[in-house]
């Protein structure tokens, strides 16, 4: 039935494929977005030990950002900010949905969230096919369930895929393939019309696998199985620009290529090791740099400069208000996101101004409620269990190890301030106090243990046992799970 539907999708936008000779032709709009690929994933951003020669080449092709921004570091609120150019904050959907159950080991209570995107909020895809776009979701949506999903949302073509896949010859460990296969289709058919095409692959989230000759040739890897998943998604890049290089559409087609959120860093499910976001810290979960710092290449022949290395901080918010002005459009009254277009251009980018973020959860990643800013090179974190604050340098102190917060109180207090008055502004949820919670979970989840401080690439085999009965103990803590013993340094 689903293919069914796709199909008629198809068909009813080859039926409105020509415009009026008059009109200038738009720029179509290709948005592949990974999942929790990580800065450090991609050869072009310096990672040695993975192969991606097509994702090498659109960088050397476009723009490369050193410092692109995901709005959270976890899937969901990512998405529902490119879809609509506001923070997650704004739109109270502020963790994965349905998010991680509420745990004993809790100082705080998880706000409650909404559990999808509301349907009275304009979507990305809405205001290009105003606009006269043709438009497709190809892939992982994660922003709802029945009566939420992308049909109902602007697009016209919706083909979820297979998040799970066994390795053939013909399909990778995530359905990535597959995907490319009907991304290339609705290409094919919307080419005599401007189109947007939304790819959320589920290459690289765990779990995954892939096909044993990809691990073997992948030995000296950090991690072979997932460097064989990344060289796959890679290969499905390669394909759909191969395809836009063979119906001569390139010149005129913006690529985009970025992630949800940073490099899943610590062990989780049967995965003892995933990645690395060397140098910066932590990951998926965190809004460390590993957590939030997230790759990002921009591709747009004859308009944004070839092989350019961008360092002008932008955020996941920027893309609807960017896409929107490309297409012609009318952009949603109330944005947090500003636009790049200028800077695509190779002209001036937006005016220097603070990143916020507000993240008030637990994750399964081991993080706990917080908020940050960015302003400039400085970056202040504030944790919400007990008030307490970092500040790093971030143009000397990249991987945040060392915190200016008692040698900088003016800065703190500036910083904190501008944190609390942003909040207000877009009304953050906040938490309450959790009546169930048990200091000693706590404890040794949180404080025992510090898995920000995690560094997989060069852990000892001594920490990274330490860090599987850590992850033990985190699972166990959900509620209906077996409880693990409160020292995660026993077996």
Known sequence: MRGFTLAICFLATLGSSTSPAAEPRKPNIVFILADDLGINDLGCYGRQDHRTPNLDRLARDGMRFTTAYCAQPICSPTRAAIMTGKSPARLHLTTFLPGRPDCPSQKLLHPRIEQQLPLDERTLAECLKDAGYATACVGKWHLGGKGFLPPDQGFEVYHPGQANTKPSDSEGGKGEYGLTSAAIQFIEANRQ????????????????????????????????????????????????LAKLDELKLTDNTLVIFTSDNGGLHVPELAHQKITHNTPYRAGKGYLYEGGTRIPLIVRWPGRA????????????????PTLVELAGGKPPSVLDGVSLVGLLGGKAGPAERPLFWHFPHYTNQGSRPAGAVRLNEWKLIEHYEDGTVELFNLAKDAGETTDLSRQEPDRVKDMRERLARWRREVGAQTNEVNPKFEPA??????????????????????????????????????PGKPKAPADPGKP
Do not use: C
């Open 441 to 478: 979970l706590h404890r040794a989840l949180y404080q025992d243990v510090d898995p920000s401080r995690y560094r997989p690439a060069s852990a000892s085999a001594d920490e990274l046992q330490r860090m599987l009965a850590w992850r033990k103990q985190m699972d166990a803590v959900v």
């Open 305 to 320: 400069p070839a092989g350019k290395e961008i360092a002008t901080p932008v955020v996941s918010t920027d893309w609807l």
């Open 193 to 240: 019309r401007p189109f947007f095409l939304y790819l959320a692959h589920n290459n690289p989230h765990i779990p995954y696998t892939a096909a044993e000759a990809r691990v073997k040739n992948h030995g000296k890897a950090f991690e072979p199985i997932y460097a064989a998943l990344i060289e796959t998604l890679d290969d499905a890049v390669g394909r759909l």
